[in-house]
């Protein structure tokens, strides 16, 4: 379904297939309203002309955010993006040519606690800009910490404290 307006949601529920996608399409819309909407698939710019999309109520979603031909997603007053995550899969960004979403985003990785039940290494990557590793903080009580001296210790098990969140450094990658 291709939206050409804004879309005002107040309370309704909508009931998606997991294949379901909804795209914006046109030049500016806002999605508004005093409910939030989880989406399956959200598309912005798709149709290949440039599209401004302004969040300001919650949104989720559950498979992909598309955002295509130099389009722009934007949070605005009231609004949120969360990124969702769960046994069954994890939604992802795409970022066609010149693309951007603006805004704090809540992204979820849903870890599987049968398969590691406490606390282990996760490696991490996402092309981000404009956060820190505070960022990385949860609510459900992990609070990152980054010991610099990690990195350049000769000795980096007895560093204190001892991190929770690990750097990369390319140069200190030695060639087999």
Do not use: C, W
Not at 4 to 18: E, H, I, K, R, S
Not at 100 to 129: E, F, K, L
């Amino acid at each position: 379904l291709y939206i050409t307006q804004n879309m005002t949601n107040n309370g309704a529920t909508f009931v998606l297939d997991a294949t379901s996608e909804i795209g914006f399409g046109g030049p500016s819309h806002v999605l508004n309203g005093t409910a939030g909407v989880t989406f399956q698939t959200l598309t912005v710019g798709e149709q290949g002309s440039y599209d401004y999309l302004s969040i300001e109520v919650p949104v989720q979603v559950r498979r992909k955010l598309g955002v295509y031909n130099n389009s722009t997603t934007a949070l605005g007053a009231g609004g949120s993006l969360t990124l969702l995550s769960n046994a069954t899969g994890t939604a992802l960004v795409e970022n066609g040519t010149g693309s951007t979403v603006t805004g704090t985003v809540t992204v979820q990785r849903y870890i599987d606690p049968t398969t590691n039940a406490g606390p282990g290494y996760r490696h991490y990557s996402a092309p981000v800009s404009n956060t820190t590793v505070a960022d990385l903080a949860t609510t459900t009580g992990f609070t990152p910490t980054l010991t610099t001296s990690y990195n350049a210790s000769a000795t980096p098990g007895t560093t204190t404290p001892f991190p929770t969140v690990f750097g990369y450094v390319q140069s200190r990658v030695s060639p087999a």
